[in-house]
């Protein structure tokens, strides 16, 4: 049982930045990769940035040079910079944990948050 809890969305201008944030919390022995995947109403949801437990981290070309994953693993936490902002990032954006639960080791298992809204416009 892990609960994902985002926060950090919102309206922002082209060209602006935001910061999301993503706390794991629950019964965790723990968690492998993390990440962060977008949805549209026109587009699948896509693969936006992820991050290894040892730090290793993949990217969506579009979004290369202009977002950074990180993760703090003492806080079971994973955060998405993501700078210059354009109207084609506007999208709800999903995280993601493939995570272990503490008495039942045997696999993991993956886990989404709720989703956050981020809309860049003018």
């Known amino acids: 049982q892990v609960q994902l809890v985002e926060s950090g969305g919102g309206l922002v201008q082209p060209g602006g930045s935001l910061r999301l944030s993503c706390a794991a919390s629950?019964?965790?022995?723990?968690?492998?990769?993390m990440g962060w995947y977008r949805q549209t109403p026109e587009k699948q949801r896509e693969l936006v940035a992820t991050?290894?437990?040892?730090?290793?981290?993949n990217y969506a070309d579009s979004v290369k040079g202009r977002f950074t994953i990180s993760r703090d693993n003492v806080k079971n936490t994973v955060y998405l910079q993501m700078n210059s902002l354009k109207p084609e990032d506007t999208a709800v954006y999903y995280c993601?944990?493939?995570?272990?639960?503490?008495?039942?080791?045997?696999?993991?298992?993956?886990?989404w948050g709720q989703g956050t809204q981020v809309t860049v416009s003018s």
């Open positions: 993601n944990a493939d995570a272990v639960v503490r008495g039942y080791a045997a696999r993991s298992f993956n886990y």
């Open positions: 991050i290894t437990n040892r730090g290793f981290t």
């Open positions: 629950g019964s965790i022995f723990s968690i492998n990769d």
